[in-house]
């Protein structure tokens, strides 16, 4: 994950040179976070889309525009999709906006990456675990989602205690190589 210090010198290369290279790093980075903001808002998925370009031209016009005294660009990102989103539903009359809208909550940035990353590992476990055998998956469940003991398992399944536990440490080593593959969790 990038730091703040990287992306501050990365829309500075945009700001001062239009550096294409440092532009398309920043799109990289930011413009699947802001559809997902966005989804979590409400936005449909087309016009998700078409604010995090309108934000992403934004960023590219007027990055001499960004200051990072007085926000991260993280949040000075957020609040331009936000603020077009705002003016979006303004426009369109047949939407109704409600004063007490999530929309028009303050955009807090201190964990919205962390929020984003844990629904992006959640779906990629959800994921990883689909590709289980069903004895495997069915005992993870058991342990993790009932919190049965590997004893209480056996007890349940009427499988030997020793199974239990080699199809669980099997079923968490699949786990494990298929976050790593997909850049999940790292490889130890």
Do not use: C
Not at 118 to 127: D, I, K, N, P, T
């Amino acid at each position: 994950m990038p730091s703040p210090i990287e992306h501050e010198a990365l829309i500075a290369a945009v700001a001062q040179e239009r550096d294409r290279d440092a532009f398309a790093r920043l799109f990289d980075w930011y413009a699947p976070r802001l559809t997902a903001y966005l989804l979590r808002q409400g936005a449909e998925q087309a016009l998700a889309e078409e604010i995090v370009q309108d934000a992403m031209v934004t960023l590219w016009r007027k990055a001499e525009m960004f200051d990072p005294a007085k926000s991260s660009l993280t949040t000075w990102l957020y609040r331009i999709a936000r603020n077009r989103r705002i003016d979006l539903m303004r426009r369109d009359r047949s939407t109704p906006v409600e004063p007490d809208s999530p929309l028009f909550e303050v955009v807090d940035d201190t964990d919205l990456e962390g929020e984003l990353d844990a629904s992006q590992r959640e779906a990629a476990v959800r994921e990883a675990m689909r590709s289980l055998p069903e004895e495997q998956l069915a005992l993870v469940r058991l342990a993790f989602f009932e919190a049965l003991s590997h004893s209480e398992i056996a007890e349940r399944t009427g499988l030997p205690l020793g199974t239990v536990k080699s199809r669980i440490r099997l079923a968490f080593t699949r786990l494990r190589r298929t976050l790593e593959s997909g850049g999940v969790v790292e490889a130890q």
